[in-house]
């Protein structure tokens, strides 16, 4: 019976990562994967892809409205459906392939199909049974579904159907204006369907900060994106030209319906567990169906469990940050993630970042702040590149200047995040920012300007 030190489950970002620490560390790991290839649904039906279509819109646009501003002239680019899913392919491809190239170099074993825990150090894939001193499960999550709603990933589809449709539909209705409906929403639309998104709150990307919340909304309205909120879905029925998608308005209880050639349903993701065994085994779980851990560590000893399997934001580096914790703790150090600073991106045009406290947290806790904020439009590198909409909004406390929290709508606001991200993991105040010095002209001095303005003000507004 082939024995390791740790057996991870899953190779999605938490376990391929883990497992590649755990290697590095000394420890002798393997990865239980049932896909044809590693990754997990990042690489192969999430982040990596869905980016991959973003960049090719987002070009289609600049094309489509910027180009011959610049003194580009040129005719119109047509779309060519079959090879961008092919370009897509490729840098799905790429990612994987460049996973298995990480494995043999740190030697880290893949055990190929779908893994059961029969007892505690002992993993079954197929007939064969490998013994582990640890066992993490790092399983991912997979797409929430509606009551009455059957998915056929044809014209009722996940994200997954949505990153491979045969053709680009004339019109879609996206049900959850989450961050996965909000970006496949924003793809189709450059592409040219109308796009309706349905919600059943009254705000977009729920615990977004307010502000954030509505201008992300009224840039993507101004796009052509139409929204729907506060509206209760209760079915979805096949009509002779596609589908139409029942709702309900929750203020009033009006009814009312949207017609659509593709339904993308994209109400959230939910833990993937099941066939594990973990109800035999007695592994503790939440009553939201994720599993129930201290430091990582299931109820059951010498199981864990990293990821979207466990609380907390359902996203890759998380997963991530987890699984090195983890792999550090395995190996005898003191593996620790600080989820205060866990940032989150929309990949939208523009893009949305935020990290730490909303002012609506703030408020709720009864803590003193102030806000500095800072418009790209008095950013010189933002109005270059047509991307003068948006905002830096930095909240530090009222008293010490410690940064709580920043959001950013703008250019390159999932990159710019970090630098905040930084300041925060180290304690900074918002004058530490304020007084670096940063390169001009770059998209990052509007943080920089963001912090001034929780002093004495900044300098170009």
Known sequence: MPTYDVIIIGAGPGGYVCAIRCAQLGLKAAVVEGRETLGGTCLNVGCIPSKALLHATHSLHEAEHNFATMGLKAAAPEVDWAQMQAYKQDVIDGNTKGIEFLFKKNKVDWIKGWASIPAAGQVKVGETTYEAKNIVIATGSEPSALPGIEIDEK???????????????????????????????????RLGADVTVIEFLDALTPGMDGEVQKTVQRMLKKQGMKFVMGAAVQTVQTTKTGNKVLYKLRKNDKEDAVEAEVILVA?????????????????????????????????????????????????????????????????????HVNYGVI???????????????????????????????????????????????????ILADATTDRILGAHIIGPAAGDLIHEICVGMEFGAAAEDIARTCHAHPTFSEAVREAAMACGDGPIHS
Not at 310 to 335: C, S, T
Not at 364 to 379: H, L, P, Q, T, W
């Open 267 to 335: 109400t959230g993701r939910r833990p993937y567990t099941s066939g594990l065994g973990l109800e035999a085994l007695g592994v503790e779980m939440t009553g939201r169906g994720q599993i129930a851990t201290k430091h990582y560590a299931t109820s059951v000893s010498g199981i864990y469990a990293i990821g979207d399997a466990i609380e907390g934001p359902m996203l890759a580096h998380k997963a991530e940050d987890e699984g090195v914790a983890l792999a550090e703790i395995l190996a005898g150090q003191k593996g």
């Open 155 to 189: 014209t009722v589809v996940t994200s997954t159907g949505a990153l491979s449709l045969p053709s680009v539909p004339k019109s879609m209705v996206v049900i959850g204006a989450g961050v996965i409906g909000l970006e496949l929403g924003s793809v189709y639309k």
């Open 343 to 393: 940032p989150g991106v929309i990949y939208t045009h523009p893009e949305v970042a935020s990290v730490g406290a909303t002012e609506e947290q703030l408020k709720e806790e009864g803590r003193a702040y102030k806000v500095g904020k800072f418009s790209f439009m008095g950013n010189g590198r933002a109005k270059v590149v047509f991307a003068g909409d948006g905002f830096v909004k």
